[in-house]
């Protein structure tokens, strides 16, 4: 196994709110290495975007608190960085995307003058060399007559169009890692595939690592090596993208994959019953065990840990400790 | 481009523009079409009634009315630029930063706006100009002071939406330091709002130092500036009533002009007004 270029160790991420203190991230633990396309999925507001940015350092600190934990990039912890270090570690070495390309552009700069700012900031280009820069950026991301894009405002574009913008603008500086959150959610499905195709080349042609947060199991299946699967703030399972479609361990995630609508299932669609517990009072022991049909008498007391359960396989729930299961279907 | 088209087809806005207009040809042609020098003194002359030779009569020295009220718009459009240019420049940037940092800088920037919003703005300027000393630069400074919490309440308020707007975190994200986002991508967005307000306040801010000349506080004698010469005109207003209204029409028609301009570009360029 080659050197991990991230790898985020008990992360525990607080939010202070008027109802008490939310522990909106659970000792989560991930990595990633190099030219990897890691999936993170689970439903709203179980901190997918919130790991994110903790990684960025960008969460408003108040009311938010990195607790403990360490992320590791490129063998530095990024929690110990000056504010002056994180900055040049952002844009440089690790970029972000964002679910809403609509308006993740100043809407009064034309789209070059943005995207130049970011290669003078970083690059030390100048002016013409940016352009220059730019408009190759946005020929990687198969936007034809980039000069004549340049001068555009970011009205004059579509959502598709916006976003490869943002993807063009987020790669210019060559990152080792692109944090894409939700970058799909907003666009139709034929453009969600474009875009999910230019991640994955650019991804392969600079050995880049992506972390692709969603919440649709088919862009997982489409697009990563590997998922880990969050609920109300913990990892719960982490497996290969083939391992986990076909052996997943966890109740979460069999119910999730469950509840993709396919052909056969067109009349009813399948849900998971109950709803994401409140993270202020998080249920005892697993996370997931009021909604959990399988739930054995140790579930509500003990926290289980993520443990190994094969080749690059990790769940965390009693039920998989130690036995192997069967292939479970839903009642 | 757009605005102006829209613009133009307001009656009110080209009411106000074309009164405007007619200020700024008179203060920049002031030395071409006056018929004679503002302080050119005539005692020969002195006190005569509007007529065909001096068109808005003459005062006590002799000095034509008319020619004096030219060379007066250069002074007060020159007041009113400065000071909405200072106001605006410092109140934007004031209320930006508080806006987007948030917090104790916030509170501490807008308790200070507060406390200077407090005093009745004539009051304050008035302090401020008679402690600094009768001049007219001095007038321009201390006008402009009373009116930056108008921009910084403004602009503090449109900062607050513009910080959420997800462009504002993509830079961030992409290595930009706080100044570079207030410059680059909070005060631009907040534009809009500053250019209606600064029309609509460049009326007030020659109305103030109209004011401040009127007590003595503002621009000096021979000065030709619309307000000091109401203040000595009002000595003569019984029996030479066209010394004192003349200038006073004039600053009249431009703060009027200046209003009902702003009002109109309010219409055009204010997202929350627009239909």
């Known amino acids: ?331 | 481009m757009l605005t102006l088209r829209i613009l133009s087809r307001n009656p009110s806005a080209a009411a106000g523009g074309g009164i405007l207009a007619v200020m700024v040809c008179m203060a920049l042609l002031a030395g071409v079409l006056a018929p004679y020098e503002p302080v050119e003194i005539n005692l020969s002359e002195r006190l005569q009634g509007p007529g065909a030779d001096h068109w808005f009569g003459t005062d006590e020295m002799g000095r034509d009315i008319f020619s004096r009220i030219m060379y007066g718009a250069r002074i007060s459009l020159r007041i009113g630029f400065f000071v909405v240019a200072i106001a605006g420049g410092l109140g934007a940037l004031i209320g930006a930063t508080a806006g987007y940092l948030g917090g104790w800088v916030d509170n501490l920037m807008m308790r200070v706006m507060d406390v200077i919003i407090s005093f009745p703005s004539l009051v304050l300027a008035m302090a401020l100009a008679a402690a600094m000393g009768p001049s007219l630069n001095n007038a321009i400074l201390a006008v402009a002071f009373v009116m930056i919490p108008k921009f910084a309440r403004m602009v503090r308020g449109e900062a607050l939406a513009v910080r959420e707007m997800p462009f504002v975190l993509a830079s961030r994200v992409a290595g930009a330091g706080h100044a570079w986002i207030i410059l680059r991508h909070i005060l631009p967005n907040c534009l809009n709002s500053v250019i209606v307000l600064a029309t609509l306040t460049l009326g007030d801010a020659i109305l103030i130092a109209a004011s401040l000349s009127f007590i003595g506080l503002g621009a000096q004698p021979p000065m030709p500036e619309w307000g000091a010469m109401i203040s000595v005109g009002r000595k003569f207003l019984m029996d030479q009533w066209w010394y004192a209204t003349f200038p006073g029409l004039f600053i009249l028609f431009t703060v009027v002009g200046f209003n009902i301009l702003g009002d109109a570009l309010r219409d055009v360029l204010d997202p929350r007004i627009r239909r």
């Open chain 1, 1 to 331: 196994m080659s050197k991990q270029l991230l790898d985020v160790q008990g992360l525990s991420v607080t939010f202070t709110t008027h109802q008490g203190t939310a522990r909106v991230l659970e000792k989560v633990s991930l990595s990633l290495q190099a030219g990897e396309i890691l999936g993170l999925v689970g439903e709203t507001g179980c901190g997918k975007s919130v790991l994110a940015r903790s990684i960025l350092r960008l969460i408003p600190q108040p009311p938010g608190r990195i607790h403990e934990g360490r992320i590791m990039f490129q063998e530095k912890n990024l929690l110990k960085l000056s504010a002056r270090a994180m900055r040049s570690v952002r844009g440089r070495c690790i970029s972000m995307i964002f679910q809403e390309p609509l308006s993740s552009l100043n809407p009064v700069f034309t789209i070059g003058n943005q995207m130049r700012e970011m290669a003078r900031l970083h690059l030390g280009l100048g002016r013409e060399a940016a352009n220059e820069h730019c408009a190759a950026m946005l020929a990687r991301v198969r936007l034809p007559d980039a000069r004549g894009l340049l001068r555009k405002y970011p009205h004059e574009l579509s959502g598709g169009q916006r976003q490869r913008v943002m993807i063009a603008m987020e790669l210019s500086c060559g990152p080792q890692l692109l944090l894409a959150d939700e970058p799909t959610t907003a666009l139709d499905v034929t453009v969600q595939g474009q875009i999910l195709q230019i991640i994955k080349e650019q991804a392969a042609q600079r050995d880049m690592a992506v972390l692709l947060i969603t919440h649709d199991m088919g862009v997982v299946a489409q697009t990563c090596d590997r998922v880990a699967v969050m609920y109300a703030g913990v990892v719960v399972e982490t497996a290969t993208v083939a391992d986990l479609f076909a052996r997943p361990e966890h109740p979460y995630t069999q119910g999730l994959i469950a509840a993709i609508p396919g052909r056969e299932r067109i009349q009813q669609l399948l849900t998971i019953p109950g709803t994401v517990p409140d993270l202020v009072t998080p249920p005892p022991g697993c996370r997931y065990h009021p909604r959990c049909v399988l739930r054995v008498k140790n579930c509500n007391r003990i926290e289980p840990e993520l443990s190994t359960i094969g080749a690059q396989h990790a769940v965390a729930c009693h039920l998989s400790a130690g036995k192997p299961q069967e292939n479970w279907r839903r009642p």
